[in-house]
Protein backbone atom coordinates (compact mmCIF):
# COMPACT_ATOMS: atom_id res chain seq x y z
CA UNK A 1 0.00 0.00 0.00
CA UNK A 2 1.07 3.17 -0.59
CA UNK A 3 0.96 6.69 1.28
CA UNK A 4 -2.17 7.90 -0.93
CA UNK A 5 -4.02 5.21 -0.09
CA UNK A 6 -4.62 5.94 3.34
CA UNK A 7 -3.38 9.64 4.28
CA UNK A 8 -5.79 12.10 5.37
CA UNK A 9 -6.42 14.69 2.45
CA UNK A 10 -8.04 17.69 4.94
CA UNK A 11 -5.47 18.41 7.12
CA UNK A 12 -5.58 21.98 9.52
CA UNK A 13 -2.40 23.87 8.29
CA UNK A 14 -1.50 27.15 10.19
CA UNK A 15 0.89 30.33 8.80
CA UNK A 16 3.86 31.71 10.44
CA UNK A 17 2.43 34.44 12.14
CA UNK A 18 -0.55 32.76 13.35
CA UNK A 19 -0.74 33.36 17.01
CA UNK A 20 0.58 29.91 19.41
CA UNK A 21 -2.95 30.74 21.52
CA UNK A 22 -4.74 29.98 18.39
CA UNK A 23 -2.39 27.02 17.52
CA UNK A 24 -3.06 25.75 21.23
CA UNK A 25 -7.15 25.59 20.22
CA UNK A 26 -6.84 24.20 16.61
CA UNK A 27 -4.94 21.24 18.47
CA UNK A 28 -7.48 20.91 20.62
CA UNK A 29 -10.81 21.64 18.72
CA UNK A 30 -9.65 19.07 15.97
CA UNK A 31 -8.22 16.32 18.34
CA UNK A 32 -4.66 16.61 16.31
CA UNK A 33 -1.20 16.28 17.57
CA UNK A 34 0.82 18.65 15.28
CA UNK A 35 -0.33 21.14 12.31
CA UNK A 36 1.78 22.16 9.17
CA UNK A 37 2.58 25.41 8.85
CA UNK A 38 2.15 25.99 5.26
CA UNK A 39 3.20 29.93 3.06
CA UNK A 40 1.26 32.50 1.07
CA UNK A 41 2.15 29.83 -1.91
CA UNK A 42 1.42 26.88 -0.11
CA UNK A 43 4.22 25.19 0.09
CA UNK A 44 4.98 23.24 3.69
CA UNK A 45 7.72 25.47 5.65
CA UNK A 46 7.59 24.04 9.04
CA UNK A 47 5.32 21.86 11.64
CA UNK A 48 4.03 22.51 15.04
CA UNK A 49 3.47 19.71 17.50
CA UNK A 50 2.86 19.38 21.10
CA UNK A 51 6.85 18.92 21.46
CA UNK A 52 7.50 22.18 20.33
CA UNK A 53 4.81 23.78 23.05
CA UNK A 54 5.29 21.72 26.26
CA UNK A 55 7.95 24.17 27.57
CA UNK A 56 6.43 27.39 27.95
CA UNK A 57 6.18 30.08 30.22
CA UNK A 58 2.70 30.38 31.11
CA UNK A 59 2.27 27.05 32.81
CA UNK A 60 6.08 27.32 34.14
CA UNK A 61 7.53 24.39 32.41
CA UNK A 62 10.01 25.98 30.73
CA UNK A 63 13.78 24.51 30.99
CA UNK A 64 16.08 25.89 33.49
CA UNK A 65 20.01 24.48 33.98
CA UNK A 66 22.18 25.02 37.13
CA UNK A 67 24.40 28.25 35.99
CA UNK A 68 27.55 26.14 35.32
CA UNK A 69 25.69 23.49 32.43
CA UNK A 70 24.04 26.59 31.27
CA UNK A 71 27.69 28.34 30.93
CA UNK A 72 28.45 24.89 28.59
CA UNK A 73 25.38 24.88 26.47
CA UNK A 74 25.64 26.03 22.95
CA UNK A 75 23.97 29.40 22.72
CA UNK A 76 22.07 28.60 19.91
CA UNK A 77 20.39 25.78 21.73
CA UNK A 78 19.33 28.38 24.56
CA UNK A 79 18.27 30.66 22.04
CA UNK A 80 15.74 28.02 20.63
CA UNK A 81 14.78 26.73 23.70
CA UNK A 82 14.00 30.47 24.82
CA UNK A 83 12.05 31.40 21.60
CA UNK A 84 10.13 28.48 22.29
CA UNK A 85 8.44 28.26 25.70
CA UNK A 86 8.15 32.87 24.91
CA UNK A 87 7.27 32.59 21.52
CA UNK A 88 3.65 34.13 20.32
CA UNK A 89 3.71 33.16 16.40
CA UNK A 90 3.76 30.18 15.10
CA UNK A 91 7.58 31.16 12.80
CA UNK A 92 8.78 31.48 16.66
CA UNK A 93 8.34 27.97 17.87
CA UNK A 94 7.83 25.94 14.96
CA UNK A 95 10.41 23.17 13.82
CA UNK A 96 11.72 24.08 10.55
CA UNK A 97 12.74 20.68 9.48
CA UNK A 98 10.20 18.37 8.10
CA UNK A 99 10.34 14.71 7.41
CA UNK A 100 7.90 14.37 4.25
CA UNK A 101 7.08 11.36 1.90
CA UNK A 102 5.20 11.78 -1.52
CA UNK A 103 1.94 9.90 -2.30
CA UNK A 104 3.99 6.84 -3.87
CA UNK A 105 5.74 6.28 -0.71
CA UNK A 106 4.91 2.79 0.22
CA UNK A 107 3.56 2.09 3.71
CA UNK A 108 7.04 0.32 4.83
CA UNK A 109 8.93 3.07 3.84
CA UNK A 110 6.69 5.70 5.85
CA UNK A 111 6.64 3.27 8.83
CA UNK A 112 10.47 3.15 8.88
CA UNK A 113 10.55 7.06 8.89
CA UNK A 114 8.45 7.36 11.86
CA UNK A 115 10.37 4.84 14.01
CA UNK A 116 13.84 6.10 12.75
CA UNK A 117 12.47 10.11 13.52
CA UNK A 118 10.43 9.31 16.47
CA UNK A 119 7.45 11.12 15.12
CA UNK A 120 4.11 10.50 14.82
CA UNK A 121 3.05 11.75 11.69
CA UNK A 122 4.95 12.64 8.13
CA UNK A 123 3.34 15.00 5.55
CA UNK A 124 2.91 14.03 2.07
CA UNK A 125 3.94 16.56 -0.24
CA UNK A 126 3.76 17.17 -4.26
CA UNK A 127 6.22 19.67 -5.45
CA UNK A 128 6.34 20.85 -1.93
CA UNK A 129 2.66 21.76 -1.32
CA UNK A 130 0.73 19.43 1.25
CA UNK A 131 -1.65 16.78 -0.42
CA UNK A 132 -2.33 14.78 3.11
CA UNK A 133 -0.89 13.17 6.14
CA UNK A 134 -0.23 9.85 7.11
CA UNK A 135 -0.08 9.09 11.35
CA UNK A 136 0.63 6.44 13.38
CA UNK A 137 -2.66 5.47 13.77
CA UNK A 138 -3.15 5.67 9.85
CA UNK A 139 -0.88 2.93 9.62
CA UNK A 140 -2.79 0.58 12.40
CA UNK A 141 -6.07 0.90 10.37
CA UNK A 142 -4.48 0.22 7.63
CA UNK A 143 -2.86 -2.92 9.28
CA UNK A 144 -6.37 -3.80 10.24
CA UNK A 145 -8.10 -3.49 6.59
CA UNK A 146 -5.54 -5.14 5.41
CA UNK A 147 -5.37 -8.70 3.24
CA UNK A 148 -3.27 -9.64 0.00
CA UNK A 149 -4.35 -7.82 -3.18
CA UNK A 150 -2.55 -8.24 -6.52
CA UNK A 151 -1.77 -4.40 -8.20
CA UNK A 152 -5.16 -4.51 -10.42
CA UNK A 153 -6.82 -4.40 -7.11
CA UNK A 154 -4.99 -1.80 -5.60
CA UNK A 155 -5.54 0.28 -8.28
CA UNK A 156 -9.22 -0.49 -8.19
CA UNK A 157 -9.03 0.27 -4.51
CA UNK A 158 -7.80 3.47 -4.97
CA UNK A 159 -10.31 4.48 -7.55
CA UNK A 160 -12.83 3.96 -4.73
CA UNK A 161 -11.31 5.82 -2.18
CA UNK A 162 -11.11 8.77 -4.57
CA UNK A 163 -14.77 8.63 -5.51
CA UNK A 164 -15.69 8.13 -1.92
CA UNK A 165 -13.72 11.23 -0.16
CA UNK A 166 -15.31 13.37 -3.48
CA UNK A 167 -18.87 12.69 -2.69
CA UNK A 168 -17.95 12.83 1.29
CA UNK A 169 -16.68 16.46 0.03
CA UNK A 170 -20.10 17.04 -1.03
CA UNK A 171 -22.12 16.37 1.92
CA UNK A 172 -22.85 19.59 4.47
CA UNK A 173 -24.40 17.64 7.23
CA UNK A 174 -20.70 15.77 7.66
CA UNK A 175 -17.35 16.44 7.96
CA UNK A 176 -16.48 12.48 8.18
CA UNK A 177 -14.13 13.39 4.68
CA UNK A 178 -11.47 15.00 7.18
CA UNK A 179 -11.68 11.18 9.04
CA UNK A 180 -9.39 8.17 7.25
CA UNK A 181 -11.50 6.31 4.70
CA UNK A 182 -9.60 2.95 3.52
CA UNK A 183 -10.42 0.85 1.01
CA UNK A 184 -8.76 -3.02 0.66
CA UNK A 185 -10.49 -5.51 -1.67
CA UNK A 186 -12.99 -3.41 -2.39
CA UNK A 187 -14.12 -3.19 0.97
CA UNK A 188 -14.51 0.23 2.46
CA UNK A 189 -13.49 0.85 5.98
CA UNK A 190 -14.82 3.88 7.70
CA UNK A 191 -13.18 4.87 11.32
CA UNK A 192 -13.45 7.72 13.01
CA UNK A 193 -16.04 9.82 15.46
CA UNK A 194 -19.43 10.52 13.95
CA UNK A 195 -22.41 12.62 15.89
CA UNK A 196 -25.14 11.14 15.67
CA UNK A 197 -26.44 7.23 14.84
CA UNK A 198 -28.18 8.84 11.73
CA UNK A 199 -24.41 10.37 10.44
CA UNK A 200 -23.40 7.13 10.70
CA UNK A 201 -26.13 5.33 9.12
CA UNK A 202 -26.00 7.96 6.11
CA UNK A 203 -21.77 7.28 6.04
CA UNK A 204 -22.91 3.90 5.46
CA UNK A 205 -25.10 4.15 2.82
CA UNK A 206 -22.92 6.69 1.04
CA UNK A 207 -20.47 4.37 0.85
CA UNK A 208 -22.82 1.64 -0.26
CA UNK A 209 -23.99 3.83 -2.82
CA UNK A 210 -20.27 3.86 -5.04
CA UNK A 211 -20.11 2.16 -8.01
CA UNK A 212 -17.82 -1.23 -7.66
CA UNK A 213 -17.95 -1.20 -3.48
CA UNK A 214 -17.95 -4.51 -2.27
CA UNK A 215 -19.16 -4.12 1.13
CA UNK A 216 -18.43 -1.33 3.86
CA UNK A 217 -16.65 -2.64 7.53
CA UNK A 218 -17.97 0.09 10.09
CA UNK A 219 -15.38 0.61 12.67
CA UNK A 220 -16.57 4.59 13.48
CA UNK A 221 -17.65 5.89 17.12
CA UNK A 222 -20.42 7.80 18.27
CA UNK A 223 -19.89 10.33 20.09
CA UNK A 224 -23.23 11.58 21.29
Do not use: C
Amino acid sequence: MKASDVMVRDVVTVKPDTAVADVVQLLTKHDVSAVPVVDDDGLVIGIVSEADLVRREEIETEKHRPWWLEAVTPAATLANEFAKSHGRRVSEVMSNHVVSASEETSLEEIATLLERHRIKRVPILRNGKLMGIVSRSNLIQALASSHPRDEAQAVADRGLRLELLSRLADQSWTDFGSRNVIVSGGIVHLWGLVKSEEERKALTVLAEGVPGVAGVSDEMITTY
